[in-house]
């Protein structure tokens, strides 16, 4: 297990850099997750993020990609949310890096 030292708390990881505590997860914390993987969040990024943690907070497990594609493409009129471009947009895996940034425990993310 590691961790990631964050205005001096430590935020416990996984080996695979997933968040042991869900509730230990802020804005902060993803920009800081984010730029230990050399990713800039933008608007886009921001909105699936966002939309993981609603999904993963009122049902208890991530959505499927294919879910998280149809949903966010209904969110962003002016972008083409597909799979391929969710794989463009979190170069560090994809769903996978997405869960990982927004704070979903790891072993929840079988699905990315």
């Known amino acids: 297990m590691s961790s990631l030292a964050f205005r001096g ?11 042991e505590n869900f509730d230990d997860w802020n ?3 993803c920009e800081a997750l984010a730029a230990s993987e050399d990713l800039k ?3 886009f990024r921001w909105r699936a993020i966002r939309f993981l943690r609603h999904y993963y907070a ?11 594609v149809r949903d966010i493409g209904n969110q962003v009129a002016h ?3 597909t799979a391929r471009n969710i794989n463009l947009l979190f170069p560090g ?4 890096q997405a869960c990982r940034l927004a704070g979903l425990p790891g072993y929840f993310c079988h699905g990315c």
């Open 9 to 19: 708390r430590d935020i416990k990881l996984t080996e695979k850099g997933f968040m």
């Open 27 to 29: 804005d902060d914390v």
């Open 41 to 43: 969040l933008d608007e």
């Open 58 to 68: 009122e049902t208890g497990v991530p959505p499927s990609p294919h879910v998280m």
């Open 79 to 81: 972008f083409r949310c």
């Open 93 to 96: 895996g994809g769903c996978r």
